[in-house]
């Protein structure tokens, strides 16, 4: 009877880490590059008081046996890198990687970081940054003087400046790719750190050697979805519930057994 106790309570503790996640993915709902979590469970320990298989009378055997199960427990919470709906905004420092890869990103400390998020800016010096003045690794400087910005499928930047004919190229966007992006640890700020679970970057152009291409003028927003989220915050909530009622029930039989010697 007690052992129910702590294997509803497990569940409880389980249920609650997934609304926490299901909260964070709906909070993020409408942000750039966003990319939703899904927590993920696994049972614990057994107690075995009868091994399936052991022999019984005679030359016969145990089909089944007995193990009573002792709850469940958070094992991950996997983030899912599959593609966001796109959004025109017209801003030509807007890009949206069009398949896999990440922008590169140079923090404070001089670490990189990937992010998914594209909307980048311009700061005081001309230099392509993001949102918090993180530079865009590799560097590119937008001259002061540009009248626009264009921005190719294979990272190439140019420019046009009053008194030329023709575009320059003032550098190269390039992104990265790794063998298991989920294995990324997350940071804040739309920005991803490498681990050994997500194995080292891969650098390459975008287009080519399965690197997708970028497009001008697009943000790709949040892979959340409204519905399937509501979907899983009321599945955990009644899983939730059922496991409060399977401490109640526990209780009440616990209850009633103390109450034999009455």
Do not use: C
């Amino acid at each position: 009877m007690i052992r129910s106790l702590w294997t509803a309570a497990s569940g409880m503790q389980a249920q609650s880490t997934n609304i926490d996640v299901i909260a964070n993915n709906l909070s993020n709902v409408s942000t750039a590059g966003f990319k939703r979590s899904r927590a993920e469970f696994q049972d614990l320990l057994y107690e075995t008081l009868r091994a399936p298989g052991v022999s019984a009378a005679g030359d016969n055997m145990v089909p089944t046996g007995i193990q009573i199960g002792h709850g469940t427990r958070t094992v991950a919470t996997s983030k899912l890198f599959t593609q966001g709906d796109f959004q025109h905004t017209e801003n030509e420092l807007d890009m949206a990687i069009e398949g896999e890869g990440f922008f590169q990103i140079t923090q404070p400390n001089g670490d990189i970081s990937y992010t998914r998020a594209g909307n980048f800016k311009i700061d005081s010096e001309g230099r392509i940054v993001t949102a918090d003045g993180y530079l865009l690794e590799p560097g590119i400087t937008i001259p002061t003087d540009a009248t626009a910005v264009s921005i190719a499928t294979d990272g190439t930047v140019s420019v046009r400046q009053p008194g030329q004919t023709e575009p320059a190229d003032v550098g190269s966007i390039q992104t990265v790719r790794f063998a298991n992006p989920a294995g990324l640890e997350a940071i804040g700020r739309n920005l991803f750190l490498e681990t050994d679970a997500s194995g080292d970057p891969t650098t390459g152009t975008p287009g080519e050697e399965g690197f997708g291409t970028l497009a001008q003028g697009y943000l790709e927003m949040s892979n959340v979805s409204v519905v399937d989220e509501m979907v899983n915050m009321i599945t955990a909530q009644r899983a939730y519930e059922i496991n409060s009622k399977a401490i109640q029930t526990s209780d009440e039989m616990l209850q009633t057994a103390n109450n034999l010697k009455r």
